[in-house]
Each structure stands twice: as C-alpha cells, then as structure tokens.
C-alpha cells in the first residue's frame, strides 16, 4: 500500500510508517464494497488511522489510546487484539 496525504499540514505517508493492526473485507479494491480500516503508526510515534474505500482514502491523525480500543473492538479478530494490546484479563 503506497498512499501519502496531507491532513492540517502535516504528512501521513504508508511508506515511513508501520502497520500496527487492520481490518480488510477480503474485496478487490476495484469492488465497490471493498473496506480497508488500517492503524498506523508514524515514525515519531503519532497513530493514525487509515480508511480505504472503493473510490476514497482517508485520514484521522492524532488518535487516542480510547479510540484505538473502540476501533480494535469493532474490527479486529481476537488475535489481532491480543497482538496489539496483549492477553486481556478474564
């Protein structure tokens, strides 16, 4: 994934920043219900999420620990999770 945007003035650029986590909907991106619902990570520590669509792309920079549950909640397997948090109490 190659995608650089510019959001209040700053840079957001998949090609400096790591994939923490994802959710994809198994669709080609020509599908018109093709979902991407990515965290990332820039190089100085800022996440961000990345949301791709059949005809857009996406940024909310500046995520919080809160929000980054919510959404992990939402879209990630069990695996993910743990591997993005760690094993949670029973």
């Known amino acids: 994934m190659n995608i650089q945007k510019i ?18 909907n198994g669709k080609s991106l020509d599908d018109y219900d ?6 990332w990570e820039k190089e ?5 999420f990345l949301h791709q669509g059949w005809n857009e792309v996406r940024i909310k920079p500046e995520v919080t620990d ?12 069990t695996e993910g999770y743990i591997k993005l948090f760690g094993e949670p109490a029973e």
Request: aromatic residues 22%; proline residues 0%; negative net charge.
């Open 44 to 48: 100085n520590g800022e996440r961000f």
């Open 7 to 24: 959001v209040n003035g700053k840079m957001y650029d998949t090609n400096t920043a790591t994939e923490l986590a994802y959710f994809w």
């Open 66 to 77: 809160k929000q980054v549950r919510e959404w992990a909640d939402k879209w990630l397997d």
């Open 34 to 39: 093709y979902r991407y619902e990515g965290l």
